[in-house]
Nanobody, 126 residues
Framework: VQLQASGGGLVQAGGSLRLSCAAS????????????MGWYRQAPGDQRELVAS??????????NYAPDVKERFTISRDDAMNMVHLQMNSLKPQDTAVYFC??????????????WGQGTLVTVSS
């Protein structure tokens, strides 16, 4: 399984960016289920932290945001395309980080496995 993230770049404070991540690989040709997709970020010198996640559950989808992005970022999934997007508005310099896409995918052959993308750099200038 490969996760390909795109959409990072340089933006001024107050601006917007939209990150996208596509999951691809042999799983798509078999019986599978994407349990969750989400985004983490890691700033220089900091630990990787959750930004937003979108979980599929029998009781209904659950979306979680880090407190400092909850009113500014929106996560969405396109299950037909095996993609997840992160719309980031009102960006702040402290949002500067490498953003990583993650997905937990279940297949009949592997069970549930978590995967990570390579990261895309978001730089917000003041």
């Amino acid at each position: 399984v490969q996760l390909q993230a795109s959409g990072g770049g340089l933006v001024q404070a107050g601006g917007s960016l939209r990150l996208s991540c596509a999951a691809s690989g042999s799983f798509s040709g078999s019986f599978y289920r994407i349990n969750s997709m989400g985004w983490y970020r890691q700033a220089p010198g900091d630990q990787r932290e959750l930004v937003a996640s979108h979980l599929t559950a029998a009781s209904g989808d659950r979306i979680n945001y880090a407190p400092d992005v909850k009113e500014r970022f929106t996560i969405s999934r396109d299950d037909a395309m095996n993609m997840v997007h992160l719309q980031m508005n009102s960006l702040k310099p402290q949002d500067t980080a490498v953003y990583f896409c993650t997905a937990n995918i279940w297949t009949l052959g592997t069970g549930s496995v978590s995967y990570w993308g390579q990261g895309t750099l978001v730089t917000v200038s003041s």
